[in-house]
């Protein structure tokens, strides 16, 4: 079962939200799904904010990073206006937005980088995909190993943007490009850079 990547926060509408990993607690709002965290060996940030609330509009997130070679989930926090935390694709964005915005100095000294790049977009689903479908401005195909796993890892720990009933997201590239249900696997947060995504093809 998929473990949350929290968003956490207020809207000004938003009930509350989940709590971190083990606690049990589900939000009405921004759902989210933190994943089994991978061992951080020589990975660690010092004074790291707990995910909880933040000012109005502003929610705690968690994305994947590369560190040792593995996928470790970081703490950051995203702007989102009134009514978008149950929106998709306005937290995709946000997201992966996170996952290529350069690295703090204290994360680049604690040893995390990400592949993703900054030209990498997001967008919501095109006529006959289904609804939960995620395309990307590239297709998967053509991300490195490691950048496909973060975006992966990333939107299947989120309850916003991850496929309902597992650790699996619907993606794909632009235009005609097929579309794939991806799981992230714990195989794969260990070994991003040798276990691919294990994905399926979408009729």
Do not use: W
């Not at 009930?15 to 990993?21: G, Q, T, V």
């Not at 994947?64 to 996928?71: A, E, K, M, N, Y």
């Not at 990333?154 to 991850?162: G, L």
């Not at 249900?181 to 260990?190: I, N």
Request: glycine share 10%; net charge negative.
């Amino acid at each position: 079962m998929r473990r949350p990547v929290r968003l956490l926060g207020s809207l000004g509408i938003a009930s509350a939200l989940l709590a971190l990993s083990g606690c049990g607690i589900r939000s009405t709002e921004v759902p989210t799904d933190f994943g089994a965290a991978p061992t951080r060996v020589g990975c660690s940030l010092s004074g790291a904010d707990d995910v909880g609330a933040r000012a109005g509009g502003e929610f705690a997130v968690q994305v994947f990073l590369v560190c040792t070679s593995q996928l470790v989930t970081v703490d950051r926090t995203v702007t989102l206006e009134r009514g978008q935390g149950t929106d998709r694709v306005a937290v995709a964005r946000q997201l992966l937005a996170q996952l290529s915005r350069p690295l703090t100095a204290e994360e680049k000294q604690a040893g995390y980088s990400t592949d993703v790049a900054a030209a990498t977009k997001v967008s919501g689903p095109r006529h006959g995909d289904p609804a939960d479908a995620l395309r990307l401005s590239r297709p998967p195909d053509d991300l490195s190993p490691y950048a496909l796993a973060q975006i992966v890892c990333t939107f299947a720990n989120s309850e916003v943007t991850a496929e309902s009933g597992g650790d699996h997201v619907v993606l794909g590239g632009p235009g005609d490009d097929p579309l794939r249900d991806y799981e992230c696997s714990d195989t794969v947060k260990a070994q991003p850079g040798i276990v691919p995504a294990p994905a399926e093809t979408v009729g």
